[in-house]
Nanobody
Framework: QVHLVESGGGLVQAGGSLRLSCEASGHIFSIYTMGWFRQAPGKEREFVAA????????RNAGSVKGRFAISGDNAKATATLQIDRLKPEDTAVYYC?????????????????WGQGTQVTVSS
């Protein structure tokens, strides 16, 4: 089993910044890819960013490119999502996900484990 715990969410004014963290525990050495998704009430879960642990390859959703950046710390088994210039439409629950596959996937079904989520609310 792999356990993922997100932290760092909260209330922030538009234009502000947040840094979300996802710490993995359990059978972490089976993880090749970690990603971030977000979901607003009544909407589908949406890809945000992902990182491949083997080569450091990252991928961001086109809608957030230039504002969101994912990074990883292998020693700490932690993936970080830096969010800058937040917009009200960024408001959602942000979920961390982990995959046994090497593909930096953009679809939820490509991931095997999920965290509980952390709420990000951006005021207008």
């Amino acid at each position: 089993q792999v356990h993922l715990v997100e932290s760092g969410g909260g209330l922030v004014q538009a234009g502000g910044s947040l840094r979300l963290s996802c710490e993995a525990s359990g059978h972490i050495f089976s993880i090749y890819t970690m990603g971030w998704f977000r979901q607003a009430p009544g909407k589908e879960r949406e890809f945000v960013a992902a990182i491949n642990w083997s080569d450091g390859t990252t991928r961001n959703a086109g809608s957030v490119k230039g504002r969101f950046a994912i990074s990883g710390d292998n020693a700490k088994a932690t993936a970080t999502l830096q969010i800058d210039r937040l917009k009200p439409e960024d408001t959602a629950v942000y979920y961390c996900a982990a995959s046994f596959g090497t593909r930096v996937g953009i679809y939820p079904h490509e991931y095997n484990y999920w965290g509980q989520g952390t709420q990000v609310t951006v005021s207008s």
